[in-house]
């Protein structure tokens, strides 16, 4: 059974940088297309990023787009994150999730993943 574990959330000033990274075990992590989603309090979760299992195809939202870079090192099992230009509206829990079938269009959809991390608080504030 596939799980993941987040980290590298925090508390930082707007325009600061954060490097959230996504780690697997229980299965090769190569096996698996991963998303980050982001779940603002009173808010839905968001797909922030996506990252096929080679780590040749990645999409990133608009709203983080020029800001945001996905990447992958399977032979460490672990997927990062890498966030710059941070705003107050980046504040958020960030999750990762995997799914071992290409969700395609649908990365962003949380229903086309069947496991979740259990997220990492990423704080922008002055």
């Known amino acids: 059974q596939l799980q993941l574990v987040e980290s590298g959330g925090g508390l930082v000033q707007p325009g600061g940088s954060l490097r959230l990274s996504c780690a697997a075990s229980?299965?090769?992590?190569?096996?698996?297309?991963i998303g980050w989603f982001r779940q603002a309090p009173g808010k839905e979760r968001e797909g922030v990023s996506y990252?096929?299992?080679?780590?040749?195809?990645?999409r990133v939202a608009d709203s983080v787009k020029g800001r945001v870079t996905i990447s992958r090192d399977n032979a460490k099992n672990t997927v990062h994150l890498q966030m710059n230009s941070l705003n107050t509206e980046d504040t958020a829990v960030y999750y990762c999730?995997?799914?071992?079938?290409?969700?395609?269009?649908?990365?962003?959809?949380?229903?086309?993943?069947?496991?979740w991390g259990q997220g990492t608080q990423v704080t922008v504030s002055s």
């Open positions: 999730a995997a799914q071992d079938r290409s969700p395609g269009s649908r990365w962003s959809s949380v229903d086309s993943y069947d496991y």
């Open positions: 229980g299965s090769a992590l190569s096996y698996y297309y």
């Open positions: 990252i096929s299992t080679s780590g040749i195809i990645t």
